[in-house]
């Protein structure tokens, strides 16, 4: 019974839908939330993608990018903002003719100073407006020692 729901799920998804393979690259803008929230108000960032064709509905690839948070003001104090660079693999799947769902696994490097970077996750829901353009949101996890830094991100690729 599995396998039936499978195989009409992937016939309804799949027919006339072809994932985009090539160089992406875009921006990107977060609110903070959990440990991330007590040390700044939003971030902004800047990503890169390219992706290989896998099949007609599934592409992967590497990600990349630049994060930077911009700190609070603490008791009076205002701190060095903080900065990750995000070192992933990538992968899509079409979900539709439109949407697609993935996620990039990999490490960000701590930039500023006292950051070490984490295990780097970031799962993300993609509408394709146009043929080079896509709107996406994504959650962004870093696994800090210590902590943890997230953000939910609203973000816009560009096909190069």
Do not use: C
């Not at 902004?44 to 099949?55: A, K, R």
């Not at 700190?71 to 903002?81: M, N, R, Y």
């Not at 899509?92 to 070490?116: H, K, V």
């Not at 830094?149 to 816009?156: H, P, R």
């Amino acid at each position: 019974m599995k396998r039936i729901f499978v195989v009409i799920v992937l016939a309804l998804f799949g027919f006339n839908v072809h994932a985009q393979e090539g160089f992406k690259a875009g921006a990107n803008i977060g609110l903070p939330v959990g440990d991330a929230a007590d040390l700044s108000s939003f971030s902004i960032g800047l990503d890169v993608v390219y992706h290989w064709e896998v099949s007609d509905t599934f592409v992967a690839g590497i990600a990349s990018g630049f994060t930077n948070a911009i700190s609070k003001e603490i008791a009076g104090i205002k701190f060095d903002d903080i900065q990750f660079l995000p070192v992933a693999a990538s992968g899509r799947i079409a979900a539709g003719e439109d949407f697609s769902l993935g996620a990039d696994l990999g490490y960000a490097i701590g930039i500023n100073d006292g950051n070490d970077g984490g295990f780097y996750y970031r799962p993300l829901v993609g509408y394709r407006v146009g043929s080079d353009m896509e709107l996406n949101v994504s959650y962004t996890g870093i696994s800090l020692d210590g902590g943890s830094w997230s953000t939910i991100n609203l973000g816009v690729l560009f096909t190069l």
